[in-house]
């Protein structure tokens, strides 16, 4: 037997009932929006009493937390919030002070809800792609690894086997660094231009130094061996008390180290690394010609004491500084040059020719 609803003429159609649902979730829906936009209008129009005087923009977000009872979330290594500005005001809508906080600074801000999110534009807005190409200038071919790099920053990329590269810029006026081994550094300032074109002029005024190699001198060009070479213009103006201070740094391959805080002390100098596990490791030095026996350097006393020759050379009288790095020296002054060779040049007198 077929049961009968007496509650049938009470209830709604199937399509009828579905569209008043549809309904209500979209009022419900619109209230939640609208709160949402009421608590953002609020929190930026909320009045402020504020007095600091130079203080981090990180120190005042905090105190502006205890004065609204917002939030605010930030990144810890955004450089601009460590910037110092004054604030004086009195009954202040929030987001006013918040654009008289930021005028200067390179931050921007958006309002969510009840907390206030900050960004910086220059990580998000700003950031502008570029590519390029690097190639020979005289050749017309591709530049295989060169170096492209923002200058003032740690932001930058090699080219491919194309010469092709692309970077992003954290700033409009970025400075772009291209430079390889053998050419020319380039500085290219950007204007805009998102394809650059890059030539590299080779640097032949390098190839064509004159190196002292032990036996004579030699076009840089024409040698096979590995040397490094300083010149007298890249000792100036330090203040050291020996040459083999003044080579710390200015060679590659070359480790320069102080035994002792002794004036005028043993100096450790190696060259490619230590060689020998027992016995010495030091280079040999040669003065115009004259042997000195590294061994009367830094081992004249025990502990790495000892005095040092090479204080006795004046770093004014220096022309240049030749350092032989790998086997070939060892052709030149035999076994003595297996840890690496350190040729120093004095100034001499010029021979000229009185015009008559």
Same mark, same amino acid.
């Given at each position: 037997?077929?049961?009968?609803?007496? &509650?049938? *003429?009470?209830?709604?159609?199937?399509?009828?009932?579905?569209?008043?649902?549809i309904?209500? /979730?979209?009022?419900?829906?619109?209230?939640v929006?609208?709160?949402?936009?009421?608590?953002?209008v #609020?929190?930026?129009?909320?009045?402020?009493?504020?007095?600091?005087?130079?203080?981090?923009?990180?120190?005042?977000?905090?105190?502006?937390?205890?004065?609204?009872e917002?939030? #605010? #979330?930030?990144?810890?290594? #955004?450089?601009?919030?460590?910037?110092?500005?004054?604030?004086?005001?009195?009954?202040?809508?929030?987001?006013?002070v918040?654009?008289k906080v930021?005028?200067?600074?390179?931050?921007?801000?958006?309002?969510?809800?009840?907390?206030?999110?900050?960004?910086? *534009?220059?990580?998000?807005?700003?950031?502008?792609?570029?590519?390029?190409?690097?190639?020979?200038?005289?050749?017309?071919?591709?530049?295989?690894?060169?170096?492209?790099? /923002?200058?003032?920053?740690?932001? %930058?990329?090699?080219?491919d086997?194309?010469?092709?590269?692309?970077?992003?810029?954290?700033? *409009?006026?970025?400075? /772009?660094?291209?430079?390889?081994?053998?050419?020319?550094?380039? +500085?290219?300032?950007?204007n805009?231009?998102?394809?650059?074109?890059?030539?590299?002029?080779?640097?032949?005024?390098?190839?064509?130094?004159?190196?002292?190699?032990?036996?004579?001198?030699?076009?840089?060009?024409?040698?096979?061996?590995a040397i490094?070479?300083?010149?007298?213009?890249?000792?100036?103006?330090? *203040?050291?008390?020996?040459?083999?201070?003044?080579?710390?740094?200015?060679a590659?391959?070359? @480790?320069?180290?102080?035994?002792?805080? @002794?004036p005028?002390?043993?100096?450790?100098?190696?060259? +490619? %690394?230590?060689?020998?596990?027992?016995?010495?490791?030091?280079?040999?030095?040669?003065?115009?010609?004259?042997?000195? @026996?590294?061994?009367?350097?830094?081992?004249?006393?025990?502990?790495?004491?000892?005095?040092?020759?090479?204080?006795?050379?004046?770093?004014?009288?220096i022309?240049?500084v030749? /350092?032989l790095?790998?086997?070939?020296?060892?052709?030149?002054?035999?076994? +003595?040059?297996?840890? %690496?060779?350190?040729?120093?040049?004095?100034?001499?007198? @010029?021979? &000229?020719c009185?015009?008559?």
């Amino acid at each position: 037997m077929k049961k009968k609803s007496y &509650w049938y *003429p009470f209830t709604l159609p199937k399509g009828l009932l579905k569209t008043l649902t549809i309904m209500k /979730i979209t009022l419900f829906l619109s209230l939640v929006s609208a709160l949402c936009v009421n608590a953002s209008v #609020f929190s930026q129009s909320q009045k402020i009493n504020l007095k600091a005087d130079q203080v981090t923009i990180k120190d005042l977000l905090k105190v502006l937390e205890k004065e609204s009872e917002l939030r #605010f #979330f930030y990144n810890e290594d #955004f450089a601009d919030l460590n910037r110092t500005v004054s604030v004086n005001v009195t009954d202040t809508k929030l987001g006013d002070v918040l654009d008289k906080v930021f005028t200067d600074a390179n931050i921007s801000y958006k309002i969510l809800d009840n907390s206030i999110v900050v960004i910086s *534009p220059v990580s998000f807005l700003q950031q502008q792609k570029v590519t390029g190409t690097v190639t020979d200038v005289t050749t017309g071919e591709p530049v295989i690894g060169a170096n492209v790099i /923002i200058e003032g920053t740690t932001i %930058g990329v090699i080219t491919d086997v194309d010469g092709k590269f692309g970077l992003d810029l954290p700033k *409009p006026d970025a400075i /772009i660094v291209i430079s390889y081994l053998g050419y020319n550094s380039e +500085r290219i300032t950007f204007n805009g231009q998102s394809v650059l074109d890059i030539k590299l002029v080779p640097d032949i005024t390098k190839l064509d130094e004159v190196v002292v190699i032990g036996y004579g001198k030699q076009s840089r060009r024409e040698i096979t061996s590995a040397i490094s070479s300083v010149k007298s213009q890249d000792l100036e103006n330090i *203040p050291v008390a020996s040459l083999d201070n003044l080579l710390q740094g200015k060679a590659s391959g070359m @480790q320069v180290s102080q035994n002792s805080g @002794q004036p005028g002390g043993a100096i450790s100098v190696r060259i +490619r %690394g230590n060689s020998s596990v027992q016995g010495g490791n030091d280079p040999l030095y040669v003065v115009d010609g004259m042997l000195i @026996q590294s061994n009367s350097i830094d081992r004249l006393a025990d502990g790495g004491g000892g005095s040092n020759p090479l204080t006795d050379i004046n770093p004014s009288d220096i022309e240049s500084v030749q /350092i032989l790095k790998d086997a070939a020296a060892t052709s030149i002054y035999g076994a +003595r040059a297996s840890n %690496g060779v350190v040729l120093i040049t004095t100034k001499r007198g @010029q021979n &000229w020719c009185a015009n008559n």
